[in-house]
């Protein structure tokens, strides 16, 4: 059982940034970050391969979002900037335990283990 926690959200103004992190517990391959606004679905924003080489983003983020990670930390970051107030939501992360192919990142059911979320609000 491998347990995710997220950290680094806050209140931003718009136009602002911030870096969330995620700390796995155990080994962990493909992960991901998804999010949820209130009242709406949990989306997909972004998913990395293990080795990172492989990134796929939501079109709505394309270009203010980066996802990184670095193995030895055991840690996943989603990097955002140019946040627009309708980012705000609870930003979870996403972890499983096998590679997953790119295609299916975006599918929560492609991941096993979650985290708690961290709330993201961007104020205009």
């Known amino acids: 059982q491998v347990q995710l926690v997220e950290s680094g959200g806050g209140l931003v103004q718009a136009g602002g940034s911030l870096r969330l992190s995620c700390a796995a517990s155990?080994?962990?391959?493909?992960m991901g970050w998804f999010c949820q606004a209130p009242g709406k679905e949990r989306e997909f924003v972004a998913g990395i391969s293990w080795s990172g080489s492989t990134t796929r983003y939501a079109d709505s983020v394309k270009g203010r979002f980066t996802i990184s990670r670095d193995n030895a930390k055991k840690t996943v970051y989603l990097q955002m900037n140019s946040l627009k107030p309708e980012d705000t939501a609870v930003y979870y992360c996403?972890?499983?335990?096998?590679?997953?192919?790119?295609?299916?990142?975006?599918?929560?059911?492609?991941?096993?283990?979650w985290g708690q979320g961290t709330q993201v609000t961007v104020s205009s």
């Open positions: 155990g080994r962990t391959y493909t």
């Open positions: 996403a972890a499983s335990e096998v590679q997953r192919p790119v295609g299916t990142y975006s599918y929560a059911r492609s991941y096993d283990y």
